[in-house]
């Protein structure tokens, strides 16, 4: 049976994990949000959070977005590929409420799986 838990190992905890995922990144973007990703060595996804006071004066207006997107990822982790996944939060992003953001998360996991299903070639340089 599959768990749908949010433990530690599905984290990203040191600053290090988060700056691999910012050298060129997958991205799925609204213009409130944008969903990071990079393939990880791990065997399961994992989950970064940035949700800056710039954005979001309040503490408890940035622990709702924070709430809602870690439980968007716990419900959908078993579909995701093994990457890793920064979520940036943008201005207006307050300014959306619970189903609306639901919804626009529901549809950024939507284009990571599809993504990861074809990937794109790589970039010549």
Known sequence: ???LTFSRELRLL???QFKAVFENPQR???PQMTLLA???DAEVPRLGLTVAKKHLKRAHDRNRIKRIVRET???KQ???PCADFV???KAGIGKLDNATLFETLEKLWARHIRLSKNPAPPVQK
């Open 87 to 89: 979520f940036v939060a």
């Open 14 to 16: 040191a600053p290090v």
């Open 73 to 75: 990822f716990r419900l």
């Open 1 to 3: 049976m599959k768990t």
């Open 78 to 80: 078993h579909e995701l």
């Open 38 to 40: 990079k393939a990880n």
């Open 28 to 30: 799925a973007s609204t």
